[in-house]
């Protein structure tokens, strides 16, 4: 113990009559020192001599010039999207992850461990035998969730979650205009929406909500019509975290059925704080293009011709909307945010809302230049994360990308080289 009437003297006469440093070093030498390892500790010694990346040159930034109180919403949010989850808060009985951050690190993709698997029989979404997701993980004294031999499985790699406010905010009709259900412009290219019910915990004034059939725009096969579905069903699939949209814990055979929980009261967490995360994901901006030169110009006309954009749609505008970042803006995500039957190799024979077992949203494109920053410098690409190049992305494209997918692989390597490029700027 430190003796208490040396601690007197400190306070009384200061360090430097009180202790015998003063031969060694003097009082403001050693404040300076300390001073120097506290920041040293908080900043890391990296930052103190590497240059900070461009700023923007991330996937966590918000859209400039927002209200105080959308500020304060999306600092809620991004608290909440960090938040780990304890069995003390409500984690579980079963679950994948304890936050939103460890599946989508940086507010981007996620990586082949983090991937995981919904499964149903045919039609039937098998909630009774613990469908229609596979939760891998459980709390003490809860036995694992056991799959069912026989179901259908479909992988599903955690995608982005910048720019859904953009996404969000296309109106139903510019996304039909792309649609061609029936190939009348014989491209070999049908996207189609997926039509799906909404949740009918999801207010008729948000996009993607109300009776009747609603579009499709979000997940990997655009069977999710609203953030705020998307999110409360992130809460309580992914993390066992019960809220006001869904009070109820996950269906679990192993332990009795429904709602055997852990002991936390029902619902874990409010509706205000689901609306904050919605908030938070919604004003994610997504990041700025990175460098365009003569190659990746070339690379883009290629991409064009090729085909690729009939689905990679480059450009989308918003319609009008209350938020000023979002309302008549070009959203670059080159995607269609429709549905395409993308032949045998990628199907996973699973429907979901009206896709059927081998049509799949097309994957957006933006941000691609900067997904192995945050992902470990290793990027995952398609819906369960069996790529982790840009090629053996393309490789797999079959139904109706076949042709276009042919004509990539026709290409000279400089030319094929130079549409990589064009992804590599994105
Ligand atoms: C266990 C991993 C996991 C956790 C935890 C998780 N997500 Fe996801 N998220 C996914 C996967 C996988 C998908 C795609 C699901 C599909 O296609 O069926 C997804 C889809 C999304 C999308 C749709 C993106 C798009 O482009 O359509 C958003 C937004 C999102 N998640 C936000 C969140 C938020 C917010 C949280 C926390 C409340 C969260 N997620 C927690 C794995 C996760
Ligand atoms: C018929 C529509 C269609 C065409 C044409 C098409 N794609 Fe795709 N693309 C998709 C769909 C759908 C996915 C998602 C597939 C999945 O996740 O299994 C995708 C995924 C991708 C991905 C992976 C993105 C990621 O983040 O995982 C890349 C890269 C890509 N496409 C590039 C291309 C290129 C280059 C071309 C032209 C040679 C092309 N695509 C042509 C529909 C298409």
């Known amino acids: 113990m430190f003796p208490a009437d040396k601690l007197k003297s400190i306070i009384k006469y200061g360090f430097r009559r009180s202790l015998d440093y003063r031969r060694i070093i003097n009082l403001s030498q050693l404040l300076f020192l300390f001073f120097l390892i506290t920041l040293l500790s908080v900043v890391g010694c990296d930052s103190l001599f590497t240059k900070p990346p461009p700023e923007g040159d991330d996937f966590e930034t918000p859209f400039e010039g927002m209200t105080f109180d959308l500020n304060a919403m999306f600092s809620r949010g991004d608290e909440n999207f960090d938040r780990v989850f304890t069995v003390a808060d409500g984690l579980g009985p079963i679950f994948n992850n304890s936050s939103c951050a460890g599946c989508h690190p940086g507010d981007g993709r996620g990586t082949a461990s983090n991937v995981f698997f919904r499964f149903s029989n045919g039609n039937d979404l098998a909630i009774d035998i613990g469908g229609a997701q596979h939760q891998d993980k459980s709390i003490p004294g809860v036995p694992l969730e056991i799959v069912p031999a026989g179901v259908d499985r479909s992988r599903r790699l955690p995608p982005p979650v910048f720019g859904v406010g953009l996404i969000e905010a296309i109106p139903v009709e510019t996304i039909l205009s792309n649609a061609d259900e029936n190939d009348a412009n014989g491209d070999g290219i049908s996207g189609r929406p997926n039509w799906v019910t909404a ?45 006001d949209f869904i009070p109820e814990e996950n269906p679990h055979p192993q332990a009795g059925g429904f709602a055997v929980g852990d002991l936390v009261p029902d619902p874990e967490i409010s509706a205000g704080t689901v609306q904050d995360t919605v908030v938070y994901v919604r004003l994610l901006s997504p990041p700025k293009r990175g460098e365009i030169t ?33 309302s008549e803006k070009d959203a670059n995500l080159y995607s269609d945010l429709l549905i395409h039957d993308m032949g045998e190799e990628l199907a996973d024979n699973r429907p979901d809302g ?41 490789r797999p494209h079959g139904g109706e990308a076949q042709q276009s997918k042919e004509a990539f692989f026709k290409l000279s390597e400089a030319d094929q080289q130079a549409l990589i490029a064009f992804l590599e700027s994105l």
């Open 294 to 326: 003569p190659e990746v110009q070339q690379g883009e006309t290629l991409f064009k011709q090729i085909g690729c954009a009939s689905c990679h749609v480059p450009t989308m505008r918003t319609g009008t909307h209350r938020i000023p970042q979002l």
């Open 354 to 394: 009206s896709a059927n077992g081998r049509e799949w949203r097309t994957a957006p494109l933006w941000g691609t230049r900067l997904v192995a920053d945050f992902t470990g410098g290793v990027p995952f690409y398609l819906h369960d994360a069996r790529a982790t190049t840009l090629i053996d992305a393309i």
């Open 199 to 243: 949740a009918d915990f999801v207010p008729a004034i948000e996009v993607g909500g109300g009776p009747g059939r609603q579009l499709g725009r979000f997940s990997r096969k655009a069977q999710v019509s609203s953030l705020i579905q998307q999110i409360a069903e992130a809460y309580q699939q992914d993390m066992g975290i019960t809220n």
